[in-house]
Each structure stands twice: as C-alpha cells, then as structure tokens.
C-alpha cells in the first residue's frame, strides 16, 4: 500500500535524524536481531559485522530512501544491485517482515526518548516509518521473485564438485566447477557473479557466503562455471579469536586456495548481478571499453570472450589493465593470444614495476599506473564516440577516481558500470 502525503512529509522530516543516528539505530538493529534469529548470521559477512560495514551499509540506505521516497526511481540502481546480491543469498519474502520489526524497535529504542526528535517518537512517526519499510520491503520482494523466476529450477543453494585449479598468477587461481547433480546450469550474462558458500568449521559451522565473478564466457548448454580468485594476505599469527571477531581477511577466498581441492564440493548460488554486457544489445559499432586492475579482470573476460563469440566479434574493445608486475597480470596468455589474433581488440597493459626481462609489446605495453589521458592519445578511449560503454573493475577508489575522470572528460554516468561488492552503495 502505497504512503499517504502526510506519512511521506514525515520520513523526509526525519530522515536527516535517521541519518545523524543511523549507526546507532543500526548497531542496535543488528544486535537484537541477531540475538533473537541467530540462524540469520549465515547470511551476514562476519567480517563486514565487525568492521561496522554493515551496519553503515544499512544506516546510509535508510536514510538515500528516506530522502528519495518521494522520488524512487532515483534509486533504481542501488535498488536492483541490492536485490541481485539478496537473490545471490536465498533471502525470502517472509524474512522481511522479521527484519521490519527489528529494524522500527531500533528506531524506537534509540529516537523513543524525544531527545533526537525534540519530542517523543509519537505514534505517527512510527506509523509513518512502518508504511515506509514496508512499501521499501515489497518493491524488495517483487523483484527478487523475478529474479528467483528466472531460475525456477534452482531455489536453493546447489553442490558443486571443483573439476580443476589453475593458477593464473602467483596470488590468482581458477576454480572450475560442476554441480553434483548433473542437472543443466542456466543461462548467465557476461559480467555476473556466482555466490559461494562454505561453512566455517572453526566457527562451529557458520556459514559464509562470497561473491565472485564468473570469468568465462557464458555458451549454450554449458557443462560447467569458472571463477577466478585472489589470495589475501594475512597474518600467520590470527587465533580464533581473530577469525571470530572478523579480523581475518579471506575468510573464504583463502580456503579455496588453501584448503578445497580438486575433488571437495562447494555450495553456490544461480548468477547474478546488474553489472554485465550483452553483445546483443548494443549497436555492432558500440565500442566497449574494459578498465580493471588486478583480479578485476575476472569479470572483463567474460565479457570479452562473449563479444568474440558473439554474431559481431569485430566490435571495437579496448582491454585496459593494469598490474603491479607483469607476474601479476590475470589471464596474460589468453589476452595477448586474443588481442593478437583479433585486430579489433586494442590492448593496452599497464605495469607499475617494469621486470628486467619485460618485453614491451609482449608482457606489457605502458610503464606506470593505467592512464586514460594515455588511452584517449592512442585512441582506446573513444571519447568522441557518443555510444561507447566503459565497464569498471578493481578496488572502490580506483573505481570512482576513474569513473569520475571519465565524466570530467564528458562520459555520462549511465554509460559508465562500475563492479561494486561492498556492502551498501556508493
């Protein structure tokens, strides 16, 4: 049901005090939620629980929707990476309503006293944010059931055997993986993601779930997916207590690494994400432009390799990617193979550390960090071109730096994706 005028005066009233205590209001949220459902931590990065990740994840969308409420198509972007990442988890319809009731005592718990509002949480305000959740909740739950729709045949996490490893670089390894059940897979667009799961035996079995790009090319009647992971550093003197408290990084990256080997299964989830191209869709002569550093290659090659599969494997690509040393450039071989078998793909690879036996031309291009002034001089940016789409992928500040210098150049943002898996948005 739709807000009234007056209910909708009254979230944006109290939104920017939502937002001045919205970690507050989210700490408490997450705690007595958790105490009372402890089965929902499965859901939860333990690692993005600790940190306040989360929690300021969740203060800062309640306050974007409060602000737009009266303008929701503003938000149709964080709205459908949101709902892709909760498909990507199994989260149902009838969770939403627990987390309602959580998420309105929190409000109350620490506006209720009347110091933050000047006067007590009245019975308006609260049926106001009432009305406000729940119309959020429902636009939730009716797109992921889309999403769920699109995978009939897969509405729970599913077994899958690890076929093969392969290292792509010193730090960067390929898992592929076929499920168990032998039951076909669907259909995915280049770009998305598959969610893993893992349990953590030393967390007496709590499960984890991470997002990681599929990195081959999605084909008709495909047998089986392929991602590629990075290795985290971290230190060799973590207890229990670290991992616990969420104070350990690659908490699942690293055992994959480590620890699941060819033969163990894993548990995953159907593809998702927002961030994707299909060749398809755009114009024959769109230029796609692929910018990533390190393991954000993952989801470019997808891409890529659906374009040269695609009916029009001669659209014009720039392959932009940059590394520390040429040891760490994902996928090395099988670009420099495409790029040199393909005259329309233009390779450009960015290496901080030159090697003393680096061949220009061979394993890498440009010295330094990726330049886009140094891309639009040797015309790989496509500046001029009004269609070209630029697909983004590495760490979050790099990505906005870049995103931002393209608008500088005149690039509008809706021709600029960025792979965000943070927890929240940008």
């Known amino acids: 049901m739709a807000l009234t005028a007056q209910q909708t005066a009254t979230v944006k009233a109290t939104a920017p005090v939502v937002k001045q205590y919205g970690s507050t209001i989210t700490a408490a949220f997450y705690r007595n939620l958790l105490a009372a459902h402890p089965e929902l931590k499965n859901y939860f990065s333990l690692r993005n629980q600790q940190s306040g990740a989360q929690q300021a994840a969740l203060a800062n969308a309640v306050f974007a929707y409060a602000s737009y409420i009266d303008d929701l198509p503003k938000l149709h972007h964080a709205v459908e990476r949101i709902a892709h990442k909760h498909a990507s988890l199994f989260i149902k319809a009838d969770q939403y309503p627990i987390v309602g009731k959580y998420l309105i005592s929190a409000i109350a718990e620490v506006l209720g006293d009347g110091d933050a509002l000047g006067d007590a949480l009245t019975p308006e305000i609260t049926d106001a944010w009432v009305a406000a959740y729940n119309q959020l909740a429902d636009i939730f739950i009716q797109r992921e059931q889309q ?81 590629s992971i990075k290795k985290e550093s971290v230190d060799e003197n973590n207890t229990i ?24 299964e894993v548990a995953l989830s159907p593809p998702r994400g927002e961030f994707f191209f299909e060749p398809a869709t755009a114009a024959p002569d769109t230029p796609i432009i692929l910018l990533s550093i390190g393991v954000g290659a993952t989801p470019m090659v997808s891409i890529l390799d659906s374009i040269l599969k695609s009916s029009n494997p001669s659209r014009p690509v720039t392959w932009a990617q940059a590394a520390r040393h040429s040891g760490s450039l994902c996928f090395r071989k099988h670009i420099a193979k495409r790029s040199q078998d393909n005259s329309s793909i233009k390779r450009a690879v960015f290496v901080k550390n030159v090697g003393k036996g680096d061949k220009k031309g061979i394993d890498y291009d440009y010295e330094g960090l990726l330049s886009l002034e140094k891309l639009a001089e040797v015309g790989a940016l496509h500046l001029c071109d009004k269609t070209a789409k630029y697909f983004i992928c590495g760490p979050e500040d790099w990505m906005v730096e870049i995103r931002d210098q393209l608008v500088r150049k005149g690039v509008p943002l809706e021709r600029v994706h960025l792979e965000l898996f943070r927890t929240g948005d940008l």
């Open 147 to 227: 999403l769920y729709n699109e995978t009939a045949d897969w509405q729970t996490w599913r077994k899958f055997i690890i076929t093969n490893k392969e290292a792509e670089t010193e730090t960067i390894v390929s898992l592929y993986l076929e499920p168990v059940d032998g039951k076909p897979l669907p259909a995915f667009k280049p770009g998305q993601y598959v969610s893993v799961q893992l349990p953590i035996p030393e967390l007496n079995g709590l499960l984890q779930s991470r997002q990681y790009s599929l990195s081959i090319a999605p084909e008709n009647n495909i047998k089986q997916y392929r991602v």
């Open 241 to 264: 207590d670290d991992l616990s408290a969420g104070r350990v990084a690659g908490i699942i990256s690293n055992r994959l690494h480590e620890i699941c080997q060819v033969g163990g």
